[in-house]
C-alpha cells in the first residue's frame, strides 16, 4: 500500500529550531515535496527533493533519502508566522504520478 | 499573472441538490487535480487528469464527477449521492504529469445544509 506518515503535532517557542519527520511507502518515487499550510488557506509550496541530501532555502531546508524513504523539514529562527500546518508529499511513478500527500504536522510556535 | 483560480471561496447548498465547483488555470498546465481536505486531516485525491479529455479516480471519487474538455478548466460536481459533502475543497494543477511542484487554488468551501 501506499503510506506517509508525519507527526500529528509539534510545538515550538520563537527564535528556535525545529524538525518535522516524514517517513512514507509509496509505489515509486519521483519527489518528495514539502508545503505550508495556514488555517482555511491553500497550502503553498515549500521545498522539493528527488535525490538524496539536503537542499537549503532561507531559514527552511529539506532532507531526503530514498533508502530509508524518510525526510524531514527544518526551520530555524521559528517565528510567530511559521504556525502553520506542514505537509508532506510524495508523487509516485508507474503510471500513477499522482501526489500522495501525509495528514500533515500541526506546529504551535510559543512566544 | 498566472496562478490557478477556485471559486466561489464560500458555498451553501441544500441537502440533495449538485452543485459544481470551478476551477480555472492560465499556467498551461497538463495535469489537474481535485483534493478534499476535513478538519485535522490531509489531503485526499478525488479525481486528477493528466490531459485534456481524460481523467482517472482517485480515491475517494464516490459522489463526484469530473470534466476536462479544456486545458484550462478541470470543474467538480458534488452531487447528492455524495453522502458527506461538507468539507475544503482544494483544486491543484502541475506542468505535466511526471514532473514538477503541484501549484493550487485558493480552495472551495462547501457547506450543505
Known amino acids: 500500500g501506499q503510506n506517509i506518515d508525519q507527526p500529528t503535532e509539534m510545538t515550538a517557542t520563537e527564535g528556535a529550531i525545529v524538525q518535522i519527520n516524514c517517513t512514507y511507502q509509496?509505489?515509486?518515487?519521483?519527489?518528495l515535496f514539502w508545503y505550508q499550510q495556514h488555517a482555511g488557506e491553500a497550502p503553498t509550496f515549500l521545498s522539493y527533493n528527488v535525490l538524496d541530501g539536503l537542499e537549503e532555502k532561507g531559514r527552511f531546508s529539506s532532507f531526503l533519502s530514498r533508502s530509508k524513504g524518510y525526510s524531514y523539514l527544518l526551520l530555524k529562527e521559528l517565528q510567530m508566522k511559521d504556525s502553520a500546518s506542514y505537509l508532506c508529499a510524495v508523487r509516485g511513478t508507474s503510471g500513477t504520478y499522482k501526489y500522495i500527500f501525509g495528514t500533515g504536522t500541526r506546529l504551535k510556535v510559543l512566544a | 499573472d498566472g496562478g490557478i483560480t477556485q471559486s466561489p471561496k464560500y458555498l451553501f447548498r441544500k441537502e440533495g441538490q449538485n452543485v459544481t465547483l470551478s476551477c480555472e488555470q492560465n499556467l498551461n498546465h497538463d495535469a489537474m487535480y481535485w483534493y478534499r481536505q476535513d478538519p485535522g486531516q490531509g489531503l485526499r485525491l478525488i479525481y486528477y487528469s493528466q490531459i485534456v479529455n481524460d481523467f482517472q479516480k482517485g480515491d475517494i471519487a464516490e459522489g463526484y464527477s469530473v470534466s476536462r474538455e479544456k486545458k484550462e478548466s478541470f470543474p467538480l460536481t458534488v452531487t447528492s449521492a455524495q453522502k458527506n459533502p461538507t468539507a475544503f475543497y482544494l483544486c491543484?494543477?502541475?506542468?505535466?504529469?511526471?514532473?514538477?511542484?503541484?501549484?493550487f487554488g485558493q480552495g472551495t468551501r462547501l457547506t450543505v445544509v
Open positions: 491543484a494543477s502541475s506542468i505535466d504529469r511526471e514532473r514538477g511542484k503541484a501549484f
Open positions: 509509496t509505489s515509486g518515487f519521483n519527489g
